[in-house]
């Protein structure tokens, strides 16, 4: 591994370079403190999930649930799970579609559970509906060229 990577710290969406040798040893951001890379589930606002989207260098899996839905609720625990396992690779938040209505037609969401994988700007996929874990480690690997 060679270079730097953006990030957006999740908590306060300032941008920091983390060297790739070190996304592995629990970097933080160099504005508010908080962990960037820690294999859990972040849960953002729009603003943060478009800088995020649009900036970061690693893949970004993004949750789109709400409260009210059991399929979400139910997958929440895998979606965690697929978290730690793939950390410090890539990324996962989520973004919760009540308190946040506009990102739905935003990112063309028809309905709940949606998962989208963003990189460097870019879609790299989406997937619908409640899944295991080990489909949401295969989405990011295939997508993404990870080794498993």
Excluded at 24 to 39: E, H, I, Q, V, Y
Excluded at 100 to 115: D, E, F, K
Aim: proline content about 7%.
């Amino acid at each position: 591994m060679s270079g730097n990577v953006k990030l957006v710290c999740h908590d306060c969406a300032s941008i920091n370079r983390v060297p790739e040798a070190k996304l592995g040893s629990g970097p933080k951001c160099g504005t508010c403190g908080a962990r960037l890379m820690d294999g859990k589930v972040r849960e953002l606002d729009l603003a943060t999930l478009e800088k995020s989207a649009r900036i970061d260098g690693l893949p970004l899996l993004v949750d789109f649930w709400a409260p009210w839905c059991g399929p979400c609720r139910m997958m929440a625990p895998q979606f965690a799970q697929a978290a730690q396992k793939l950390s410090p690779a890539a990324r996962l938040a989520k973004i919760n579609t009540q308190d946040h209505p506009q990102a739905s037609p935003r990112y063309n969401i028809r309905g709940i559970p949606a998962l989208i994988l963003f990189r460097d700007g870019r879609e790299l996929a989406r997937l619908s509906g409640a899944r295991p874990a080990a489909e949401i480690e295969a989405l990011v690997r295939e997508n993404t060229r990870l080794a498993a």
